[in-house]
């Protein structure tokens, strides 16, 4: 499976700066990337050619404001977060506002990575302007990355939630296991997943969630790789699984509906978008883990 590869500098150096980022919005090479109500503004009216706009921070009118880091060159990136009935920027005919799930794999690798940043941090900053131990108002610190109550004077930072995502596979290794949740109404089969709960290491949650969510035992666990995923603050770990006993496979019938093997023949016609059911978008892990899983002995 590709990791992605990290470009972008997060500057955590200029982030305890006074005043960074109004000297940071002066600047000429500043570029900004604007969020509203989860989504960000795109260039190019072709979807299969798109990239994110990133403005100068003079178009800018009003936001609530973020570093984002540095690029490839060297350039600040802020973030801007715009309140959803804002008409904060003027947007020209081939721009329009998209989210990580319409975007799917269409963005570049460093695109893609500002873009979770982003909307990750972005809703932070417009989730949580309270403290949540005395629920009083917070001034932002650290560019963006903190929050200090001005009440009690604890200091909040972005939450990042753990999350399993499993690909479970036969002993024999020609059969995949994937559920399908309620919330998707059987239409789509994926990998199971679930929250790490508190004073539980991943490989606990990776067994209890399997056994929870399809009623099967697992013979052996392997992790092979991350990604952050803004809905809303998890960082998801996926893993690769093996089966105890393929007949054990009972969906719990609340959040997952349908548990079923699926041949490998039966997974390439899924991602070709022939049938026999949907499988998750090309943004997400869980279809990187389906086809990882399906590309080892095509």
Same mark, same amino acid.
Not at 158 to 168: C, E, G, H, L, S
């Given at each position: 499976?590709?990791?992605?590869?990290?470009?972008?500098?997060?500057?955590?150096?200029?982030?305890? @700066?006074?005043?960074?980022?109004?000297?940071?919005?002066?600047? !000429?090479?500043?570029?900004?990337?604007?969020?509203?109500?989860?989504?960000?503004?795109?260039?190019?009216?072709?979807?299969? $050619?798109?990239?994110?706009?990133?403005?100068?921070?003079? @178009?800018?009118?009003?936001?609530?404001?973020?570093?984002?880091?540095?690029?490839?060159?060297?350039?600040?990136?802020?973030?801007?977060?715009?309140?959803?009935?804002?008409?904060?920027?003027?947007?020209?005919?081939?721009?329009?506002?998209?989210?990580?799930?319409?975007?799917?794999?269409?963005?570049?690798?460093?695109?893609?990575?500002?873009?979770?940043?982003?909307?990750?941090?972005?809703?932070?900053?417009?989730?949580?302007?309270?403290?949540?131990?005395?629920?009083?108002?917070?001034?932002?610190?650290?560019?963006?990355? $903190?929050?200090?109550?001005?009440?009690?004077?604890? @200091?909040?930072?972005?939450?990042?939630?753990?999350?399993?995502?499993?690909?479970? @596979?036969?002993?024999?290794?020609?059969?995949?296991?994937?559920?399908?949740?309620?919330?998707?109404?059987?239409?789509?089969?994926?990998?199971?997943?679930?929250?790490?709960?508190?004073?539980?290491?991943?490989? !606990?949650?990776?067994?209890?969630?399997?056994?929870?969510? $399809?009623?099967?035992?697992?013979?052996?666990?392997?992790?092979? $790789? !991350?990604?952050?995923?803004?809905?809303?603050?998890?960082?998801?770990?996926?893993?690769?699984?093996?089966?105890?006993?393929?007949?054990?496979?009972?969906?719990?019938?609340?959040?997952?509906?349908?548990?079923?093997?699926?041949?490998?023949?039966?997974?390439?016609?899924?991602?070709?978008?022939?049938?026999?059911?949907?499988?998750?978008?090309?943004?997400?892990?869980?279809?990187?883990?389906?086809?990882?899983?399906?590309?080892?002995?095509?």
């Amino acid at each position: 499976m590709t990791v992605m590869s990290t470009s972008l500098d997060r500057a955590a150096d200029l982030r305890t @700066e006074p005043g960074v980022i109004d000297r940071l919005r002066a600047e !000429s090479t500043t570029q900004v990337i604007a969020v509203r109500d989860g989504r960000v503004r795109i260039a190019g009216g072709d979807l299969d $050619s798109v990239a994110l706009l990133r403005v100068p921070p003079s @178009e800018i009118v009003e936001a609530t404001w973020a570093l984002l880091g540095r690029d490839a060159h060297g350039a600040a990136v802020l973030l801007a977060v715009l309140q959803p009935e804002a008409d904060s920027v003027d947007t020209a005919p081939d721009e329009t506002w998209l989210g990580l799930r319409d975007l799917g794999a269409r963005l570049g690798s460093d695109d893609t990575e500002l873009l979770i940043e982003a909307l990750a941090l972005g809703g932070w900053l417009r989730d949580a302007p309270f403290c949540p131990a005395c629920g009083g108002g917070t001034e932002l610190r650290q560019a963006g990355w $903190s929050r200090r109550c001005l009440v009690c004077g604890r @200091e909040h930072f972005p939450r990042t939630d753990p999350a399993v995502i499993v690909a479970v @596979e036969s002993a024999d290794g020609e059969r995949l296991l994937l559920g399908a949740n309620a919330n998707w109404g059987g239409r789509m089969y994926s990998c199971f997943a679930g929250f790490t709960e508190a004073g539980e290491s991943l490989e !606990s949650t990776v067994h209890r969630e399997l056994e929870e969510e $399809s009623g099967v035992r697992l013979a052996s666990l392997r992790y092979v $790789s !991350s990604q952050p995923w803004p809905f809303p603050r998890s960082l998801m770990l996926g893993f690769r699984a093996v089966v105890l006993d393929e007949n054990d496979v009972r969906p719990d019938g609340e959040e997952i509906i349908d548990a079923r093997w699926f041949t490998r023949d039966e997974i390439g016609t899924a991602l070709a978008g022939e049938g026999p059911v949907g499988l998750p978008g090309p943004s997400s892990i869980a279809r990187a883990l389906i086809v990882s899983w399906f590309e080892e002995r095509a």
